[in-house]
């Protein structure tokens, strides 16, 4: 099956808000055994929207269209639909009633320029909408069937996990069900990942596939027939064998989900102490529930005074080897492990840019310290990139020495 994705929006193009819509799509045509061959992202021009529908059409089976469906003038989507494919708009009946419907339901007054949300080409299908006012609709082109999505990401995901299975179900019903599997990796690169792996068997339809999401390497399993389940799980279990713990998530988990899993299982409790990272591992532990069994508190000691006032790290430290120090990371952990009598604590330190840096300690080095009953310990990094993927990559490498400690403390 050929597919591709379009999603349409200045706000995309000129970095005001990222593009989650193409990962949105792709997950859930993933789910359903498909992939996109192809991604676009397109600004808001009516003639720009038309040509690439009239090309896209003339090139794949299905096209997931995303965004510019609201009630606005920049919304163009529909109507470069219709000059696309030489289809006046018209006020869709349907469409205005689900629009009509779901302002009831809310209890809200509908504005009338929401009545241009059910203008549509005159032979568009129109698909309800659960999560807000814009209909989405199916047009066909040819051999071509297009399906168009509002671009609020809650609503393109509501309307993808209710329309899309039994659209393609109708469509492709005999296509061959098949599978992905994506398992997390930190700590290795791209290439040492398919070094590790590439002397192992894959069972037979087993295919692999890498990516990277900053600072992680996604490993891609996708097998395709009846028992593709049954195949990656295979598949898995060999790729844990050679990769070991530096597989940390799999599929939508994430390492802080699992590190908050780890520590509320093993009983012990936690407190932390952050300088450049800004409270981001705080932030993503919290954001998990029942954080408040495990974690105690979290200082972001900025300044050095906080750093001597909150956690007692001596000012000889701070003039002598400065507050991005090994010395420094040490006295963080141990100074707030003290003062807390908490199981473990972890504390980093660092410069994240794009300023601060020196020839001893350019940008993105960085000091993380771990202290607990068994163990003390300290690393210097250097982590590349802007000040957020250093301050990430700081957040993350801080999870897995919490990790990888767990592991060890369970294997006792």
């Known amino acids: 099956m050929r597919i591709a994705t379009l999603v349409v929006g200045d706000e995309l193009l000129n970095g005001e808000i990222s593009d989650t819509n193409t990962a949105a799509m792709g997950r859930a045509l993933g789910k359903l055994g498909c992939r996109a061959l192809e991604g676009r992202t397109i600004a808001d021009s009516e003639e720009s929207i038309s040509a690439t529908l009239q090309e896209l059409a003339s090139r794949y ?66 698909l309800a909408n659960p999560a807000g006012t814009a209909p989405g609709f199916v047009l066909t082109q040819n051999s071509c069937r297009l399906l168009f999505f509002p671009g609020v990401p809650a609503e393109l995901e509501a309307m993808l996990e209710c329309h899309l299975p039994p659209l393609l179900d109708e469509w492709f019903g005999d296509r061959p069900p098949m599978g992905e599997r994506v398992l997390k990796i930190f700590g290795l690169s791209e290439p040492k990942t398919e070094s590790m792996i590439e002397s192992q068997p894959l069972p037979e339809g087993v295919t692999i596939a890498f990516g990277v999401d900053h600072p992680f390497v996604h490993l891609k399993l996708r097998a395709a027939g009846d028992d593709w389940e049954e195949r990656l799980d295979q598949t898995e279990v060999s790729m844990r064998k050679k990769l070991g713990d530096f597989i940390v998530a799999r599929e939508r988990e994430t390492l802080a989900q699992n590190v908050a899993a780890m520590m509320k299982q093993s009983g012990l409790t936690l407190a932390l102490a952050e300088s450049c990272t800004g409270g981001m591992v705080a932030e993503w532990l919290t954001a998990i529930p029942g954080a408040s069994t495990y974690l105690d508190r979290a200082a972001v000691t900025y300044s050095n005074q906080a750093k001597n006032d909150w956690l007692g790290v001596s000012k000889r430290i701070l003039h002598e080897h400065g507050a991005v120090s090994e010395f420094c990371a040490r006295a963080m ?45 300290a690393k210097r990094y250097t982590f590349g990139g802007t000040r957020d993927q250093v301050r990430r990559a700081s957040a993350c490498m801080a999870l897995e020495w919490l990790r990888r400690y767990l592991i060890e403390h369970q294997r006792r």
């Open 61 to 126: 089976q299905v096209v997931l269209v995303a965004g510019g469906l609201g009630p606005t003038r920049d919304d163009l989507t529909a109507r470069a639909a219709g000059r696309a494919f030489e289809q006046r708009l018209v006020l869709n009946d349907e469409a205005l009633e689900s629009i009509r419907t779901f302002f009831q339901e809310q209890r809200l007054e509908m504005d009338p320029r929401n009545e241009k949300q059910a203008l549509l080409p005159q032979k568009a299908i129109p």
């Open 333 to 377: 952990a141990t100074g707030l492990r003290q003062a807390t009598r908490t199981d473990i604590t972890l504390a980093i330190t660092g410069i994240a840019g794009p300023d601060g840096g020196t020839e001893d300690k350019p940008v993105g080095t960085v000091f993380i310290a771990l202290s607990a009953g068994d163990a003390e310990q």
